[in-house]
């Protein structure tokens, strides 16, 4: 059976024109939303929050987004040993959550999250992440290329690098290549995949491959009050300055600067504020990412939905006041 999708036959089409007339290539996402603080964790739900159900997904559909963001944890759900097998039951579970996502008629990401291996020691971890991507695409193979994407890791730090990035992540490319020759694969720089690592990120050459970055700049505003971060950003910190402002623009024109050097628009995978600021804040600094990088066409997925940096209430289940408006999204 020929296995082609709407966004195979775009890429195919733009590869086909010259150079000059290719427009860049981009992920077709509007309104995404990071359903984090759920899987990511040691043990799913372990830092609170409510277990996301498949009514979550026809939500997230009926409020206007088109794309979710799952991040997953691995490492301690699949065996240390030489086998690397994952655990039939958290498999189980991922799966049934993306089904439920692809049913509801969304676009699903599908990552790893928070592999620590892989970031303290790339070379000796490198082929455990890569056989546990072996067995997650051989998982969804048969899932729609144009709606499941995969991406390799979430925020590559410590000892993992642009340096050895490629180094690293072309084993678990490979294995994902292997029975998903086409589907869409998603890959940041180190640093967090912050927007400074775009300057020296390198990609493998692959049409299918898309860049990412999460932003959250000014940090000391979007993260004040996270007791996770050493030393903890004060509270207090309000959004709205001139500097603010010009941050903003020099961010969106270093964006704009990569993709006219690569050709390849970033998916920001990541933004959002800490819950121990104020709503309207929150609010009026999602509207300014909205406005500020609208224009440049590219994914914004908010971090995310009801846990720590929320969109909505997991005790009302109600959309928070603001928070869907300041994205182009009108509550139902």
Known sequence: MIRKTCLALALASALALPVSARAPA????????NLGNHLEEPQENAWGGKRLEVQDFRDLKAAGFDTVRLPVRWDVHSAADGSHAIDPAWMGRVTALVDAALAARLNVILNSHNFEPVNSDPAG??????????????????????????????????????????????????????????RPVIIGGGDYSSLASLATLELPKDPDVYPTFHYYNPFDFTHQGASWVHPTPPLG??????????????????????????????????????????????????????????????????????NTFPFRDNRTGQWLPGMLEAIGLKPR
């Not at 981009?26 to 939303?33: E, F, G, H, S």
């Not at 500097?243 to 959002?272: C, H, I, N, W």
């Not at 929150?282 to 406005?291: D, H, K, L, N």
Request: hydrophobic share 45%.
């Open 26 to 33: 981009r992920l077709p996402i509007r309104a995404c939303m």
């Open 125 to 182: 971890a490198a082929p455990w992440l890569a056989d546990v991507w072996g067995q997650v695409a051989r998982q969804f193979a048969s899932r729609p290329t144009a709606h499941l994407w995969f991406e390799i890791e979430n925020e590559p730090n410590g000892q993992l690098t642009n340096a050895n990035l490629l180094k690293t992540l072309m084993p678990s490319l490979a294995a994902i290549r292997a029975g998903n020759p086409d």
């Open 237 to 306: 910190r309000r959004y709205g300055t001139t500097a603010d402002a010009q941050m903003l623009a020099r961010d969106v024109d270093r964006v704009k600067a990569y993709v006219a050097r690569t050709g390849r628009v970033p998916f920001m995978g990541e933004s959002g504020v800490n819950d121990l600021v104020p709503l309207d804040q929150r609010v009026a600094y999602t509207r300014a990412i909205a406005r500020a990088f609208g224009p440049l066409n590219i994914g914004i997925c908010e971090w995310g939905y009801t």
